[in-house]
């Protein structure tokens, strides 16, 4: 058995399929994968995130930190509780891991890395870490939940005016901001869907009733193979398969990421970019849309004019649109149109900038 978060037996309960995701047992889905993602599409869901890990940075020197460690620009947080999304680079220029970080005080941050890449991500902070002094502290005593879709706002919200004062400050929230409170409770206006929603972060014993209490909203739950197909169809790159440490955020199609000024600020990894950038890249990541029967899966191979350019990087069937989609990371010259191996045969695709589905809606 893997490790499980706080909200385990809720998914036996509910009869979820689990599987082993990074070492933790995780709801795959509760019946039907197609029918939760539609929920998120068209009402709400809710996903135990809680394999995620949640880290708070404290010190005189953490923002100088972060100015270093982050390919963008901490600088830009302005205002409490303000987010940001990131890579955090090797020296080569590859991606370790993308992130949020949340600006609480000029003294405080809140980071949240992915599951899989937790030991990576916690030893590659601490070492970066020792010149500036400052305290890491990983937060495993929370849990993390994600209520997703366009009521995911209005359900939380009545579960919310029960609890003391936080609907008020939450149903205020920004795109891309967290609101923080006494008893430990975080909850930020973000998401990993295209839908608008809320992730909340709350102490591991209030993790059940919230969960319970959304769910008596209406609220359905959903697992982690909806999460992929809607991230995907929202043009959201996943870690371990779009980008890695063998990729820089200028081949995964985060090139937006990358804060390029002020010139002086020395980020790790910004040499090897800024190479890139005057070079040019030979690869990048595009998205792909099959127009006639079949899958388009992970690692099957691509094809310009007959000679193979790359491979799927992520690869499903997109419920919101009624066909294949997919990420593949190809030749840099790539026009509008290429080839997919599927099964020995070569099937046509189109070629798409990301994202295909944004609140509810093709966009390709």
Same mark, same amino acid.
């Not at 058995?1 to 499980?4: A, E, L, V, W």
């Not at 990074?22 to 995130?49: C, T």
């Not at 939940?145 to 609890?163: F, M, T």
């Not at 989609?325 to 149109?337: K, L, M, N, Q, T």
């Given at each position: 058995?893997?490790?499980?978060t706080?909200?385990?037996?809720a ?41 995620m ?12 930190f ?8 901490i600088?830009?947080?302005?205002q ?21 970080v949340?600006?609480? !005080?000029?003294t ?5 890395v ?5 030991e ?10 020792? *010149? ?17 879709? *366009? ?28 609101a923080?409170f ?14 608008d929603?809320?992730?909340v ?10 969960w ?19 991230r ?29 000024? *002020? ?28 127009? @006639? ?17 790359? @491979?799927?990087t ?10 294949a ?13 290429a ?15 990301? *994202?295909?589905?944004? !609140? ?5």
């Open positions: 058995m893997g490790k499980q706080p909200l385990y037996d998914h036996v309960q509910a009869s979820a399929k689990v599987v082993d995701f990074g070492g933790w047992d995780m709801p795959l889905h509760y019946g039907s994968q197609m029918k939760e993602h539609e929920l998120v599409r068209n009402s709400a869901g809710i996903f135990d995130v809680s394999h890990t949640i880290v708070d940075l404290t010190g005189d020197r953490v923002a100088e972060l100015r270093y460690l982050l390919a963008n620009n600088d830009r947080l302005k409490s509780g303000k987010a940001l999304y990131s890579c955090m680079l090797n020296e080569k220029g590859g991606v370790i891991d993308d992130l949020i949340y600006y609480v !005080n000029d405080f941050y809140r980071m949240v992915n599951a899989s890449t937790r990576k991500d916690l030893a590659w902070i601490q070492k970066q870490a020792k *010149p500036f002094a400052i305290e890491i502290n990983e937060r495993d005593d929370l849990a993390m939940i994600a209520v997703q879709g *366009p009521q995911a706002r209005e359900k939380v919200h009545a579960v919310l005016s029960k609890l003391g004062d936080k609907k008020a400050q939450v149903s205020e929230l920004g795109q891309f901001f967290m923080m006494e008893d430990d409770w975080a909850i930020a206006r973000t998401g990993y869907t295209g839908e929603g809320y992730e972060m709350l102490p591991n014993q209030d993790a059940c009733q919230f319970d209490d959304c769910v008596a909203q209406g609220v359905k739950p959903a697992g982690l193979g909806a999460r992929d197909t809607l995907l169809e929202a043009g959201m790159n996943l870690y371990g398969s779009d980008m890695d440490e063998t990729t820089s955020p200028l081949e995964s199609a985060l090139g937006w990421t990358v804060a390029w000024e *002020p010139a002086e600020r020395n980020f790790i990894g910004r040499d090897v970019l800024v190479e890139q950038k005057a070079n040019g890249v030979k690869r990048k990541l595009v998205g792909l849309v099959l127009e @006639e029967k079949g899958v388009l899966r992970n690692h099957q191979l691509v094809f310009i004019d007959g000679l193979e350019a790359g @491979e799927i992520s690869g499903s069937y997109a419920p919101s649109l009624g066909t989609i997919a990420f593949a990371r190809v030749s840099a010259d790539v026009g509008e149109r080839k997919v191996e599927i099964r020995g045969k070569q099937v046509d695709v189109r070629v798409v900038k990301p *994202p295909f589905v944004r !609140n509810g809606k093709a966009v390709i």
